[in-house]
């Protein structure tokens, strides 16, 4: 199965509202990152996360290691958040690999 | 962040003939550098690690035989993709760790297209 299963596949919001992305872990994750692919496919940084809570402007992100989880929380969708999100962890068991999530496909709509 | 350049962004080549791709680091030593590719509607599948100094660890469905790495220094690694096929073609991105801790950044991709 699915070792970094992410939650929704797919995500319409109104501007102005806020929503929560979700992945699960099945491997002993030790970091984990959160990227946002553009149309033109570049990955964008969003968060590197040991366990605990970041914060960036309208963005939030939470790793509970011991939950084997992590959200990514937006605030006040803005049309420019619409993309594809991948969370992607850091098996500690594995030396360095990062194993990526499904997805989630946002559109933002005026 | 730390800036990961690849080379082409675009590349389309016939079935059955080679290409190569580039990743430069700039800024920082990429003692280690990843490629992914990421196929049509799916998500990023790790092709292998390379470390200088170091064996390159193929992940499973993956080899060097039909994806020889080069990586020769802290600055740049390339990837060929041997004999290419429609299931080869996709988006390939090269990743590698900032220094300081495991965050990787990456490359803008490289995109292949096989006619």
């Known amino acids: 199965g699915d070792k970094v299963k992410q939650s929704p596949s797919a995500l319409s919001l109104q501007e102005g509202t806020n929503s929560a992305l979700r992945c699960n872990f099945s491997i002993a994750a030790t970091t984990v990152q959160w990227f946002l692919q553009n149309p033109r496919g570049s990955l964008i940084n969003l968060f590197y996360?040991?366990?605990g809570t970041k914060e960036n402007g309208r963005l939030k992100s939470t790793f509970n290691s011991k939950e084997s989880y992590s959200t990514l929380h937006i605030r006040d969708a803005q049309l420019e958040d619409s993309g594809t999100y991948f969370c992607a962890a850091e098996d500690g068991n594995m030396g360095y690999k990062l194993t990526f999530g499904t997805g989630t496909s946002l559109l933002v709509d005026p | 962040g730390a800036l990961v350049y690849q080379y082409p962004r675009r590349t389309i080549c016939k079935s059955g003939t080679s290409m190569r791709m580039e990743c430069q680091a700039v800024g920082f030593q990429a003692t280690s550098v990843a490629w992914y590719r990421q196929s049509p509607q799916k998500t990023f599948e790790l092709i292998a690690l390379s470390t200088v100094n170091s064996a390159i660890k193929y992940e499973q469905n993956f080899t060097q035989e039909k994806f020889p790495i080069s990586h020769p220094n802290l600055s740049f690694s390339s990837m060929t993709v041997l004999n290419a096929y429609l299931e080869d073609r996709g988006l390939y991105l090269c990743?590698?760790?900032?220094?300081?801790?495991?965050?990787?950044?990456f490359g803008k991709g490289t995109r292949l297209t096989v006619v």
């Open positions: 990743g590698a760790p900032d220094r300081a801790n495991t965050e990787v950044f």
């Open positions: 996360l040991v366990p």
